[in-house]
């Protein structure tokens, strides 16, 4: 089975955001970045089909710029076979270009599933995945927590509201992966060196004008600190009395 | 020009949040000049569609066919998107729901338009739609503008469902599927329900959760408790789920849901800066901390240092009592 992971490297979730002077991106000063947390659920899902069927490719495909080798390189380690970067500027690029530069080259390495995150921690986009399966004319399952693949069909379980649903579908297929879908390995030093000999193949791509144009960027109004209403249980009675009458939410 | 927007529905019944997105809608039109709005509905066996009208749709284009009585991710998109064309739309609503979330970039990318997901406010400029979105999980504000078609989902809790108005109502119409079984390359075979009548966290008006300081998975029957005298439901944060005490689905957080409660109590949670992404847009944080100086208390509205294990059952018989008054 060859399967695709589209890889995105984002933001630390532990980075403080700070506007650059422009105002309509964020300064990128000292941010460490890091695979897209739920970029890991959808390798260590890759690897653990590839190891079940006792044979197959895993490629990990990345579009950004030429530092998001780094993060390839990190799949690589856990047990990608190879990587693909699609250098590019995406100081103004938009999901829509994201896509469609993506499911080009997916196009041409005619995968049997692609594996994607079901959401970027930086963007909070949640529609690169369903859109590289539209431009695909391929199906594709959403939020995905369990996956089975037997030959040629799909069988997952996606989170909604209050429950699950359970979709079928043939292959090829692309899945995004949400936290649950398995518990990702960490890299072996083996793994590590490994990783150092393995190909990434990096090529340049431009991307297409956006459908979605950001104009500015704020920080939020940050909450403040409140009131310590006291401590102990003794606290109690005056913590009910403020919800009710103060904040009225209760 | 109108506006479009897409109507959830679940078991034949129309969900609040699209009442919600209709109520935006309305407002947005209304600012724009009065431009129509119209709602897509999508399901089988559709109940209360004049409901609409009320709740701000001048016109209903509905599809109700037996084979969308479960969600079909191909087949709600060429329904949705055939009515973008059908009602002159440029601009097209969703919720951001898991619906919501999964339908939005198929008939985006159907339709070659950019979307905007989980928007925070709209307004308009020059008959143009000007969104606002988190990103970053709320720790940035960004807004956006289309090129072409403008799709848009919106966070539940965040737009106000308009007062039904009963001197309007929705001109009916209805829409054929235009697809056949075959077409649908996805097919929902089961919906499980986690536990009956559970309120989904995202649409939740009291949430209380639990950390690490609950020291383990049987100690949520106090906060079960609490919850219920509330009428809420439980929450937990990462350290909780990933310790295997409470379902991923609960996670609040950046990896987790992000949350709009009225009212949010954090019990035995520090307040990391991935879990306080997911709780900034709660209305009142309360926070319960056996360590003063947990940063949770720096965001909280109220906070009360001490024991979970003592301040949670003493405050949830005063809710009680207030309850019974
Ligand atoms: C990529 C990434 C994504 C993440 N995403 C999320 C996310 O979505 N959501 C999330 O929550 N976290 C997330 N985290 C984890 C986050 O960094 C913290 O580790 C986590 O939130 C800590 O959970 P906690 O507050 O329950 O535990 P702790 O930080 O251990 O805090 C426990 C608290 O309980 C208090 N306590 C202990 N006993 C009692 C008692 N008897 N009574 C009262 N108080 C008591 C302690 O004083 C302490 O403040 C993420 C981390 C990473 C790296
Ligand atoms: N630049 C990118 N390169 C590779 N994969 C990406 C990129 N952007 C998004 N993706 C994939 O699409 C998922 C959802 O991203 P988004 O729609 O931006 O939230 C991510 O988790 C990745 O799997």
């Known amino acids: ?250 | 020009m109108s506006i479009l927007v897409f109507i959830e529905v679940r078991d034949g019944k129309i969900r609040r949040v699209s009442h919600e997105v209709l109520g935006a809608a309305r407002r947005l039109a209304d600012s724009m000049g009065g431009k129509p709005v119209v709602a897509v509905v999508v399901g089988s066996a559709i109940q209360d569609v004049p409901s609409l009208g009320p709740a701000g749709a001048d016109k209903a284009l509905v599809c109700d066919a037996p084979q969308f009585e479960k969600y079909s991710p191909d087949g709600y998109a060429t329904v949705v998107a055939a009515a973008v064309g059908r009602s002159g739309a440029d601009t097209a609503l969703f919720a951001a729901t898991s619906m919501g979330k999964d339908l939005s970039p198929r008939v985006a990318a159907r339709l070659k338009a950019g979307l905007a997901t989980d928007c925070t406010a709209l307004g308009a400029e020059g008959g143009r739609v000007v969104a606002t979105r988190p990103v970053m999980a709320g720790k940035a504000l960004a807004e956006v503008r289309w090129d072409g078609l403008q799709v848009a989902s919106l966070r539940p809790k965040i737009f106000e469902a308009l007062a039904p108005d009963s001197s309007r109502s929705v001109a009916v119409e209805s829409l054929a599927p235009g697809v056949s079984e075959a077409d649908l390359k996805v097919r929902t075979v089961e919906v499980k329900a986690a536990s009956a009548g559970k309120l989904d966290l995202t649409e939740a008006e009291v949430i209380v959760s639990g950390g690490r300081g609950m020291k383990g998975p049987e100690n949520y029957n106090i906060l079960e408790d609490l919850a219920a005298a509330l009428g809420g439901v439980v929450g937990a944060s990462r350290a909780a789920v990933d310790a295997g005490w409470r379902p991923h689905g609960d996670q609040v957080g950046q990896t987790g849901k992000t949350v709009s409660p009225k009212l949010y109590v954090a019990c035995g949670i520090s307040g990391a800066i991935q879990h306080l992404a997911g709780i900034s847009s709660s209305r009142c944080i309360v926070a319960i901390n056996k360590d003063a100086e947990a940063p949770i208390f720096k965001v909280a509205d109220y906070g009360l240092v001490g024991d979970v294990f003592e301040v949670v059952p003493a405050l949830t018989e005063a809710v009680k009592k207030l309850n019974s008054h």
């Open chain 1, 1 to 250: 089975m060859k399967i695709v992971v589209c890889l995105k490297q984002v933001p630390d979730s532990e980075t403080r955001v700070k506007l650059d002077p422009t105002g309509k991106s964020l300064d990128s000063a000292g941010v460490s970045l890091v695979v897209n947390p739920y970029d890991e659920y959808a390798i260590e899902e890759a690897l653990k089909l590839k190891e079940a069927a006792g044979a197959g490719e895993v490629i990990i495909l990345t579009l950004g710029a030429s530092g998001a080798a780094t993060a390839i390189r990190n799949a690589l380690a856990m047990g990608a076979d190879r990587g693909i970067l699609l250098k590019a500027d995406t100081a103004n690029a938009d999901a829509r270009a994201i896509s469609e530069a993506l499911s080009s080259t997916i196009k041409e390495l005619s995968p049997d599933l692609v594996l994607c995150g079901k959401q970027a921690i930086d963007d909070d986009g949640a529609q690169v995945g369903p859109r590289i399966a539209e431009l695909l004319g391929w199906p594709c399952v959403t939020v995905v927590t369990k996956l089975e693949i037997s030959p040629g069909k799909v069988r997952a379980e996606r989170e909604i509201e209050g429950g699950i649903e359970v979709c079928e579908c043939a292959l090829p297929a692309v899945i995004t992966a949400q936290k649950g879908l398995n518990e990702p390995r960490y890299a072996s030093l083996k793994g590590i060196m490994a990783a150092k000999k393995k190909e990434i193949l990096e090529q340049d791509v431009t991307l297409s004008a956006p459908g979605l144009v950001t104009s500015s960027m704020s920080l939020p109004a940050g909450r403040s600190a409140g009131r310590m209403v006291g401590s102990g249980k003794e606290a109690v009675p005056e913590l009910v009395r403020i919800l009710r009458e103060e904040a009225r939410v209760i």
